[in-house]
């Protein structure tokens, strides 16, 4: 996708001392009826005879999928104040850490910060890290860390470092253990969505033209939580207390109605993946680590 890209010139300019003091506080709640609606859009429940799966899309003793807190802390970070010119910022990684399990329903307060930014020079782009803690109203001890970095293609030479961004996750040389391939529903952003990420690019025919895509494409996130799915199915019956640690690196879009590939390896409470859409020959997520409990 070739764009001309010009910095929108009514934004302040970036200073990374400043940017690198920035923090903001911010509070979340969510129902049942919010983790029942993330799980759905994330593709739980496609078959409604699937007991295991069902878990997470019925009240009646529900389960909290564990991706479910970056629904939850989607809004109201410390990247929303940098300057960013968001007409050119791609999603480029997240992870979510579990502290202890994520209730079904509740109010938390947030902490964020910005983790980290780095300057890949002028017209080649910069990137910003964010994290951001929620801790559960009443408790001291933290819930969940988020982490998000995002690939701000306009904002190259604004003096940050070059080096020291951290190292993605390599997963083993070997062929991979195991292989899982699940499906998309050509409808699957427009649920999605509803958990909070309302960018038109993931619902709007025209939008996504005129970003260069040929329909709508569905959400990183989405995807990120698919690949849970994947480590969840192989590896821990479905039991999201296994889920300590999830991180992914998006590498290329998804569209609705695709199905990913998942390629998987497993090293003690080590898993590796990837996401491949076989159809088109792309890599759609790299890099991807997840660590489980005992």
Partial sequence: MSMNIVRDKSLPRIDYDHVMSLTKASAHAWTEKDAILYALGIGMGADPLDETELRFVYE????????????????????????????????????????????????????????GAWDKGAAKGAIFSQEKILTLDGDTQPLATLQTTSFARAEGGFGGPRDGQPSPHRPPSRSPDHILRIATTPGQALLYRQSGDLNPLHADPGTARAAGYER?????????????????????????????????????????????????????????????????????????????TE
């Avoid at 997240?94 to 964020?112: C, E, I």
């Avoid at 998804?254 to 497993?266: C, F, H, N, Q, S």
Wanted: glycine fraction near 10%.
């Fill in 60 to 115: 009646d003793g529900l389960k909290v999928f564990p991706t479910f807190p970056v629904a939850v802390g989607f809004h109201g970070g410390a990247l929303e104040d940098i300057g960013i010119d968001y007409r050119y910022v791609l999603h480029g990684e997240h992870a979510v850490t579990l502290h202890r399990p994520f209730p079904a329903s509740g109010r938390a307060s947030a902490a964020s910060r910005i983790s």
């Fill in 216 to 292: 709508p494409i569905l959400h990183g996130l989405c995807s990120f939580a698919i690949c849970c799915r994947a480590v969840m199915a192989t590896y821990c019956n479905f039991d999201p207390s296994r889920i300590q640690h999830h991180q992914v690196r998006f590498s290329a879009p998804v569209y609705p109605g695709e199905t990913l590939a998942i390629a998987l390896w497993k090293d003690g409470k080590t898993v590796s993946f990837e996401a491949r859409v076989e159809s088109r020959g792309i890599t759609a997520i790299r890099n991807g680590l997840t660590l489980l």
